[in-house]
């Protein structure tokens, strides 16, 4: 079974544009989860999508968004890039079920670079 | 919500000795408690975990226990081999909203 896949895998942008990524679960997962991954800050939980809604939301700004489509795919869109958002972006995909161990696995991330 | 405290953030120890991490968490109704190694320039994989009814699990070199009373659970790492040295997170998840929290990372290295 393939794992979860992140695209792109590197990203330079400059102040002030707006990023896509995208992330394909692992099949049969039916919920994705985001993480914004910085040194010291571990993983920032962005927000979490179940069958096209989403689930959870953590503490971040509103130019952080992103939505699920009927395949499970997600994307995750930031406007107005600040230097602070440089990070590396993690999804996790998991089944979604709200059994104790539904446990979540990693894409490879997309290395966010904002100039 | 929940608050997931990890400690040390960065451990070094003697190829072949124990090292050891723990975590505590603010919320009982945590209920799962997975731990990921972070290798340099790979993604989080999951390594072991445990659930709330479990006190311990092992996994060749590697267990976590749990203490529910006291809301912590460590990662014991046995006969530690230069291949061990990546960052660990520990998570908590069962809480408000059902989603993981992770601890900020330990940064472990093994001296041959």
């Known amino acids: 079974k393939a794992g979860v896949t992140q695209t792109p895998r590197y990203l330079i942008k400059t102040r002030g544009q707006q990023v896509t990524l995208s992330c394909s679960p692992i099949?049969?997962?039916?919920?994705v989860s985001w993480y914004q991954q910085t040194p010291g800050q571990g993983l920032q939980f962005l927000f979490e999508?179940?069958?096209?809604?989403?689930?959870n939301k953590g503490n971040f700004p509103g130019r952080f968004s992103g939505r699920q489509f009927s395949n499970s795919r997600s994307e995750m869109n930031v406007s107005t890039l600040e230097l602070g958002d440089s990070a590396l972006y993690l999804c996790?995909?998991?089944?979604?079920?709200?059994?104790?161990?539904?446990?979540?696995?990693f894409g490879p991330g997309t290395r966010l670079t904002v100039l | 919500g929940e608050n997931v405290e990890q400690h040390p953030s960065t451990l070094s120890v003697q190829e072949g000795d124990s090292a050891v991490i723990k975590c505590t968490y603010s919320?009982?109704?945590?209920?799962?408690f997975p731990w990921y190694k972070q290798e340099l320039g790979k993604r989080p994989q999951l390594i072991i975990d445990i659930r709330s009814n479990v006190g311990e699990k092992k996994d060749q070199r590697i267990a976590v226990t749990l203490n529910k009373t006291a809301k912590h659970f460590s990662l014991h790492i046995t006969e530690t081999q230069p291949e061990d040295s990546a960052v660990y997170f520990c998570a908590a998840k069962g809480g408000t909203g059902n989603q993981f929290y992770f601890g900020t990372g330990t940064s472990l290295t093994v001296i041959p």
């Open positions: 996790a995909s998991s089944l979604g079920a709200l059994s104790i161990t539904d446990t979540q696995y």
């Open positions: 999508y179940f069958s096209e809604t989403q689930r």
């Open positions: 919320d009982s109704a945590s209920n799962y």
């Open positions: 099949s049969g997962h039916r919920s």
